[in-house]
């Protein structure tokens, strides 16, 4: 069956260090994937797309990896901060290329 | 501007009553998509329309679950008869072309008690 498994215990971090997040997924070869960013009581917001061709993207303090051949996609966040406490959701395209389909999230607490 | 817009922002209703939730994409966006989100299944796709016309329902849970849109600046979900498992919150997003390639901007949600 089709999965997308994002690690469901929170991650807690100490400011400045950086937080890494992990996304597997089995049974989907997704030309894209994308991480989301969800505060409490908000919709998801958009944070970074990265290709099936690509290894890596960069985005200020946030990194993304795709590695198509481990099923897995990587999310850091460098120097982390307090406001950087969400939860992260990642996201495959399925379904011929229009759906997304989303991970559960992992919850990440950056702490002073 | 002003971003997906959904109303309500809160229902509580009892069961067997009828529920629609509104949204209003934002402009010339193409796709429009209605999420569902509980802390057990996640984040679930239920319908999603391009240019006005659904193309995938894949996700609706059953027939007491209807989605339209009437035009390119409005949508409804309805649910008929509610029932407490339908408890969750409702997100309407949209994107300029092809979700998956393409950013999608969600609202804040409908929060949905059915009691």
């Known amino acids: 069956s089709q999965k997308i498994e994002q690690n469901s215990e929170a991650l807690n971090i100490q400011e400045g260090k950086t937080a890494t997040l992990t996304c597997n997924y089995t049974?989907?070869?997704?030309?894209?994937l994308q991480w989301y960013r969800q505060d409490p009581g908000r919709g998801p917001v958009f944070l970074l797309l990265?290709?099936?061709?690509?290894k890596e993207k960069r985005k200020e303090r946030l990194k993304v990896t795709f590695d198509t051949t481990l099923k897995q996609s990587l999310f850091h966040i460098t120097a982390s901060q307090p406001a950087d406490s969400a939860t992260y959701l990642c996201?495959?395209?399925?379904?011929?290329?229009?759906?997304?389909?989303f991970g559960t999230g992992t919850q990440l607490k950056v702490e002073l | 501007d002003a971003g997906v817009i959904q109303s309500p922002r809160h229902e509580v209703t009892e069961m067997g009553q009828e529920v629609t939730l509104r949204c209003k994409p934002i402009?010339?966006?193409?796709?429009l998509f209605w999420y569902r989100q509980t802390m057990m299944r996640g984040l679930e796709l239920l319908i999603y329309?391009?240019?006005?016309?659904?193309?995938?329902d894949s996700g609706m849970p059953e027939d007491r679950f209807s989605a339209k849109m009437p035009n390119a600046s409005f949508s409804t979900l309805k649910i008929q008869p509610s029932e407490p498992r339908d408890s969750a919150v409702y997100f309407c997003?949209?994107?300029?072309?092809?979700?998956?390639?393409?950013?999608?901007?969600f609202g804040e949600g409908s929060w949905l008690t059915v009691v």
């Open positions: 329309f391009n240019n006005n016309v659904p193309i995938d």
């Open positions: 402009s010339g966006h193409d796709y």
């Open positions: 997003a949209s994107s300029l072309r092809g979700g998956s390639g393409n950013t999608i901007y």
């Open positions: 049974n989907y070869s997704p030309a894209y």
């Open positions: 990265i290709r099936e061709n690509e």
């Open positions: 996201a495959l395209s399925t379904g011929g290329g229009n759906k997304l389909t």
